[in-house]
């Protein structure tokens, strides 16, 4: 078959996903060893029979539901092609506004930021291309996940990045920092969407919080005051119905200036406070 008929057919078959054009395209890609363009330019080369088989098992287990990051190994985020592995969470675009608002906030020059749960790096690596003499400690409960964040940083070569595990602020040396973001846990143990599309393959550790969803969300903010500078910020992404629950944490805990800002959506999604005293 070629490239063209190949593709067709595949997008036809994929009735399950938001984005079958988009699944196909990148599977294609990277069973081909291609970017997107060669697609275009070249439809009507031929696909050998092994890229062809190959390319169909892919698309029958995205058909089953597993996320198109993990069958391909990687996630593009803000400038980045991050490898990922179903020992991390996926890095979202939503995540890109808690890199904006971090990189718009005043800061110092050389600020030193801590990422907690840190995942595959996203965040941190965003914000180290950014801003290069920033000194960045980033860390996460899970072995695995710190190993292939170190991955990605030795890719981009961001020597301004620091990981290693840590359970929160366990092991966190005893310092304060200009900065804390985190993308933590936020959903329900309950919730029914955890049984459903991708979230079904993505590690329960790095979704679920307690019965109500908060419970990293109440350490960060409760903890994090001890680690921050006055005038430092806190930068918490949330679900999208939490913003008035996180607001109320911060504002329990301390902080100043307690502001939610909204996502492409509209939706409230990230929290950020001062450390005023």
């Known amino acids: 078959m070629t490239i063209a008929e190949l593709f067709q057919s595949a997008v036809g078959a994929n009735r399950l996903s938001d984005s079958p054009e988009l699944d196909c395209q990148l599977l294609l890609c990277f069973v081909l060893g291609v970017d997107s363009s060669y697609l275009?330019?070249?439809?009507?080369r031929q696909v050998s029979d092994d890229q062809s088989t190959q390319f169909n098992r892919l698309l029958q287990r995205r058909l089953d539901g597993e996320p198109v990051?993990?069958?391909?190994?990687?996630?593009?985020?803000?400038?980045?092609?991050?490898?990922?592995?179903?020992?991390?969470?996926?890095?979202?675009?939503?995540?890109?506004?808690?890199?904006?608002v971090a990189l718009d906030l005043a800061l110092p020059e050389q600020a030193s930021v801590l990422d907690l749960g840190t995942g595959t790096g996203a965040i941190a690596l965003a914000l180290a291309t950014e801003r290069s003499r920033w000194e960045i400690c980033a860390v996460d409960l899970q072995q695995q996940a710190v190993d292939l964040a170190e991955r990605n940083r030795q890719r981009y070569q961001l020597d301004n990045v620091r990981l290693f595990a840590s359970n929160w602020f366990a092991a966190i040396p005893a310092q304060r920092f200009d900065l804390i973001v985190?993308?933590?846990?936020?959903?329900?143990?309950?919730?029914?969407?955890?049984s459903q599309g991708d979230l079904r393959f993505e590690p329960a550790s790095a979704?679920?919080?307690?019965?109500?969803?908060?419970?990293?969300?109440?350490?960060?903010?409760?903890?994090s005051v001890d680690y921050l500078n006055r005038g430092g910020w806190l930068l918490l992404e949330h679900g999208f119905d939490q913003g008035a629950a996180v607001r109320e944490l911060l504002d329990q805990a301390g902080f100043a200036s307690v502001e939610t800002r909204r996502d492409l959506n509209g939706l409230e999604r990230l929290t950020l406070a001062c450390r005023s005293d």
């Open 40 to 44: 275009k330019t070249w439809p009507e």
């Open 69 to 100: 990051a993990y069958l391909i190994g990687s996630q593009g985020f803000w400038s980045l092609d991050l490898k990922v592995s179903p020992a991390t969470l996926i890095p979202r675009p939503e995540t890109e506004l808690l890199v904006e």
């Open 182 to 194: 985190s993308n933590p846990p936020y959903i329900e143990a309950n919730d029914p969407h955890l």
């Open 207 to 223: 979704l679920v919080s307690g019965d109500d969803g908060l419970g990293d969300l109440r350490l960060v903010c409760t903890q």
